[in-house]
């Protein structure tokens, strides 16, 4: 027993240096379980300008001022769709939204248009916005609302030089309107990607982010150490919450 009381005096003592170190590592464990809007209610961050001298947290703090609102107003409409959608199919409905549907996703079945049109975890969408736009300081992101860095193949397209090339071939990323608008795009990317089949399959039997982000390696080049670095990211910041 005097050795158990032994161990809690020391995790007294320890959890505050622990709190601090993981502060330091850029693990948020101040804001995981704060009401967003009440935390960002004084704030005024904009995505085209980023403090010069910010701590982690604050970092933390303003990419999700900025990015989590959207992310969970597109993945609500998103939802509000499938479900609307499922219950028309389930009625044996053959509307001209429907058919419209399967033209923009590029899919023939109702099932395939179900997996297109439902959405993934929010914790996914946030944990690969955190990655991809550097908590919110890129430039892509400052100079053109674009997070997930999408590529632009379209010079009719706003879209803004990304800075390096391929070969002779300048690459071209998407400018976007609003942060809102960036997301959904994202959301439509993986729902129709050929690349992301397995993940859209996957997603109608689990929602746990762990397993789905095993899917994603077609996402980057780093092939599966994306998706296991993004299942980190999820973890230690407590993104699963969100879900």
């Known amino acids: 027993m005097s050795k158990g009381r032994d161990i ?42 980023v403090p010069k001298k910010m701590t982690v947290q604050e970092k933390k703090l303003r990419f999700r001022c900025l990015i989590q609102p959207a992310v969970e107003d597109v993945f609500s409409e998103l939802m509000e769709q499938y479900n609307d959608v499922l219950k028309a199919i389930n009625a044996g409905s053959d509307s001209e939204k429907i058919r419209q549907l399967k033209v923009k996703y590029k899919v023939e079945s109702n099932k395939d248009l179900l997996k297109a049109i439902k959405p993934h975890p929010k914790s996914i969408a946030v944990a ?9 300081t890129s430039r892509f992101f400052k100079e053109a609302n674009n997070i997930f860095g999408v590529w632009s193949f379209n010079k009719n397209e706003p879209r803004i030089a990304a800075g390096k090339k391929r070969g002779n071939k300048t690459i071209w990323v998407k400018k976007y309107p609003s942060i809102k608008a960036s997301i959904a795009d994202y959301y439509f990317v993986l729902a129709r990607g050929r690349a992301f089949s397995e993940f859209r399959s996957l997603k109608m039997t689990t929602a746990d982010p762990y397993l789905l982000v095993e899917k994603l390696n077609h996402y980057s080049e780093r092939k599966a150490a994306y998706g296991k670095e993004l299942a980190s990211m999820i973890r230690y910041n407590k993104f699963y919450k969100l879900d």
Do not use: H, R, T
């Not at 601090?20 to 009401?35: C, D, F, P, Q, T």
């Open 8 to 49: 809690l005096k020391i995790n007294k003592f320890l959890v505050p240096a622990f709190a601090v170190i993981y502060s330091a590592m850029g693990i948020n464990i101040l804001y995981a379980n704060e009401n967003i809007e009440a935390a960002c209610q004084e704030k005024s961050y904009k995505a085209d300008i």
């Open 128 to 136: 690969q916005a955190a990655m991809e736009s550097a908590w919110g």
